[in-house]
């Protein structure tokens, strides 16, 4: 349990990448100034994030089902929570998409809103009274780079970020005279398994309905070529784990 002095910071997706780095660095914290509620869908997945806090888990971490997509699970989990009081609240899940739009059922692109857009939004709405009552609390959202810029193959996953960019920029207007801040972090590529799914993806797949100019403009405007762009950047969970935890401080 959180002590008084600690912030309670609640994150989604830690079964993996972005989500289980934040989690484990903010509760490895040396002054130890967090407690952190990790959330995954499936607590099957928990193994990886147990194993990388080491002494940290069950003392400043830990852990609970949550699945963003679910109006039930989301309401369960704060409910679950002390007083229902979560100080940060990291909305980290995400899912990515790759291909042409010919080829991708409707349904699949709804997932990726249904995940990336209106999961944030189910948490923000649940823990957003509690936030303005209490006059006080950090909302982050994950987006990316594909927030502020399209990239060729990815216009759904870009969608839901530019979408979820819209929805943050009004909002955190309305949030500041309550004191809650809302920031939002854009990484570019990340060594995760949703980078490695995205890298498998551009690698297998044909892409019928891109044009040399489409292929043009992704290897000009996103460097050397579809795959070589993620080495490039190179950026690691930790860089983005690192990057939020000052956003918090
Ligand atoms: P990972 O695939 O490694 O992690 C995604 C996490 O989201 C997993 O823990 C996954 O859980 C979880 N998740 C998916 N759907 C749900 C759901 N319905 N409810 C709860 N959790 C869910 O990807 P990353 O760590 O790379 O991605 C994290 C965030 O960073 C995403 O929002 C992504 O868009 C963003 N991002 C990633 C970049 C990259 O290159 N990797 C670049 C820019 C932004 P499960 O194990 O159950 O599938």
Redesign the pocket.
């Known amino acids: 349990m959180a002590s008084p002095e600690q912030k309670v910071v609640l994150i ?10 934040m989690a484990v660095m903010l509760a490895k914290d040396e002054k130890k100034r967090y407690h952190v509620i990790a ?4 607590l099957k ?1 928990k193994d990886k994030l147990v194993e990388a806090a080491g002494d940290a888990y069950g003392k400043t971490l830990s852990l609970a089902v ?5 109006d039930e ?1 989301v309401k369960q989990c704060i409910n679950g929570i002390k007083n229902r009081h979560i100080d940060v609240l990291v ?6 998409l790759v291909g042409p739009i010919e080829s991708i059922p409707i349904e699949e692109m709804k997932k990726v809103f ?3 857009f209106f ?1 944030v939004i189910r948490m923000i709405k649940e823990v957003m009274p509690d936030m303005k009552k209490r006059r006080g609390g950090h909302i982050i959202v ?5 927030g502020l810029q399209g990239v060729v193959f990815n216009d759904v ?1 870009a969608a839901s ?1 530019f979408a979820m960019e819209g929805f943050c920029e009004s909002l955190a207007v309305q949030l500041l005279k309550f004191n809650v801040i809302l920031s939002l ?11 490695a ?2 890298i498998q993806d551009v690698k297998q797949k044909e892409y019928p309905g891109a044009d040399s100019d489409t292929v043009h403009y992704f290897k000009n405007v996103y460097l050397p070529s579809s795959v070589d762009i ?1 080495e490039a950047f190179g ?1 690691t ?1 930790d860089d ?1 784990a690192k990057c939020t935890k000052k956003v918090i401080e």
């Open positions: 989604t997706g830690c079964s993996s990448g972005i989500g289980l780095r959330t995954m869908r499936d997945r949550l699945d963003v997509c679910n699970s909305n980290n899940a995400g899912i990515g249904e995940t990336n999961g994950v987006s990316s780079v594909m996953y970020k972090i854009e990484p570019g590529p990340v060594h995760t398994e949703f980078e799914k995205m993620f950026q969970p983005v």
